[in-house]
């Protein structure tokens, strides 16, 4: 029996090469590393052998060169985004949570998103919908595409249920009857007609948008585009210092990120005004 094998005797899914684990010190400082076999790094004010990782079990606790206890930890996907490879900004957890919940992704649903980035809700995305279900992702740019190739095959594993799409989505949607359709643009509303004839009847179509502005005119616009039920969100997330007796929320938090609309396609494009929204002079 090898060491790994020691180490990993009374554990069914000990962690192994090529992973990536988040290693945290005692201060809840998170540094993320992959176990590559016969490296050592440096952390703080000692080192680690990875061999000596590999094999433990999911949340052991070990000691660097230096005496300096840290817990070595799966991550999460909240606690992994935060430290994504990235270039371009991504969904949080906190927004990803809304989109998944109200956006109503479910298994088996085929969705479309765009832009794809660095692949953050790519791959909330993809565990949503399970292997039954198909994303198709449409960016714009070759680097970005890479990077969320990269970071999907690294941190989600084989995706064959997602079609990643180098593609402007200016020049139209090819997929129809689609359950979903999650938007991350700057001009969302610009792509309200052909959302339209690419979600089936009653589909949910969702917008991400960091200002105001883009909020309002994208409500506005999706009540006079064939989508109704429309509903704009935000969440607040304030996490909380439990220690002994020093029980308050925290003394930081992310004041904004960015606002969640969520619409439904009407049946008819050309639909009699609804409660709530704007006649049809409103129409461009
Ligand atoms: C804010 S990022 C998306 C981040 C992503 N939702 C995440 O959570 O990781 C927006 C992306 O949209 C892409 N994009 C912009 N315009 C586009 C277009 N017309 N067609 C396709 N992708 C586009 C950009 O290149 C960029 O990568």
């Given at each position: 029996?090898s060491?790994a094998?020691?180490?990993?005797?009374?554990?069914?899914?000990?962690?192994?090469?090529?992973?990536?684990?988040?290693?945290?010190?005692?201060?809840?400082?998170?540094?993320?590393?992959?176990?590559?076999?016969?490296?050592?790094?440096?952390?703080?004010?000692?080192?680690?052998?990875?061999?000596?990782?590999?094999?433990?079990?999911?949340?052991?606790?070990?000691e660097?060169?230096?005496?300096?206890?840290?817990?070595?930890?799966?991550?999460?996907?909240?606690?992994?985004?935060?430290?994504?490879?990235?270039?371009?900004?991504?969904?949080?957890?906190?927004?990803?949570?809304?989109?998944?919940?109200?956006?109503?992704?479910?298994?088996?649903?085929?969705?479309?998103?765009?832009?794809?980035?660095?692949?953050?809700?790519?791959?909330?995305?993809?565990?949503?919908?399970?292997?039954?279900?198909?994303?198709?992702?449409?960016?714009?740019?070759?680097?970005?595409?890479?990077?969320?190739?990269?970071?999907?095959?690294?941190?989600?594993?084989?995706?064959?249920?997602?079609t990643?799409?180098?593609?402007?989505?200016?020049?139209?949607?090819?997929?129809?009857?689609?359950?979903r359709?999650?938007?991350?643009?700057?001009?969302?509303?610009?792509?309200?007609?052909?959302?339209?004839?690419?979600?089936?009847?009653?589909?949910?179509?969702?917008?991400?948008?960091?200002?105001?502005?883009?909020?309002?005119?994208?409500?506005?616009?999706?009540?006079?585009?064939?989508?109704?039920?429309?509903?704009?969100?935000?969440?607040?997330?304030?996490?909380?210092?439990?220690?002994?007796?020093?029980?308050?929320?925290?003394?930081?938090?992310?004041?904004?990120?960015?606002?969640?609309?969520?619409?439904?396609?009407?049946?008819?494009?050309?639909?009699s005004?609804?409660?709530?929204?704007?006649?049809?002079?409103?129409?461009?």
């Amino acid at each position: 029996m090898s060491d790994a094998d020691d180490k990993h005797s009374d554990c069914d899914n000990p962690l192994r090469a090529g992973e990536d684990v988040l290693l945290v010190d005692r201060k809840d400082r998170e540094y993320l590393r992959t176990l590559t076999p016969g490296k050592t790094i440096h952390l703080r004010s000692g080192r680690f052998d990875m061999d000596d990782l590999i094999g433990l079990p999911d949340g052991s606790t070990i000691e660097n060169s230096g005496g300096e206890a840290f817990l070595v930890l799966r991550p999460t996907y909240a606690k992994l985004i935060p430290h994504l490879p990235r270039k371009a900004q991504v969904i949080y957890p906190k927004d990803v949570g809304l989109i998944l919940l109200w956006g109503d992704i479910f298994p088996g649903a085929r969705v479309l998103e765009v832009g794809t980035g660095p692949g953050a809700l790519t791959m909330a995305l993809l565990r949503m919908i399970g292997p039954s279900g198909h994303l198709y992702s449409y960016e714009l740019r070759q680097e970005f595409a890479e990077m969320a190739r990269g970071n999907v095959d690294r941190f989600f594993g084989p995706a064959p249920q997602w079609t990643l799409k180098l593609a402007d989505i200016r020049n139209g949607i090819e997929e129809r009857n689609l359950d979903r359709i999650v938007i991350d643009l700057p001009e969302p509303w610009r792509l309200l007609p052909e959302a339209w004839r690419a979600l089936k009847p009653g589909a949910v179509l969702v917008a991400y948008v960091p200002t105001v502005l883009q909020m309002k005119q994208f409500v506005d616009q999706a009540r006079v585009s064939g989508f109704t039920a429309v509903e704009a969100m935000e969440n607040l997330l304030r996490g909380w210092h439990v220690e002994g007796p020093s029980v308050r929320p925290d003394h930081r938090m992310v004041a904004h990120t960015g606002f969640v609309i969520t619409a439904r396609r009407l049946a008819e494009r050309e639909s009699s005004t609804l409660p709530g929204e704007a006649s049809d002079d409103d129409t461009d």
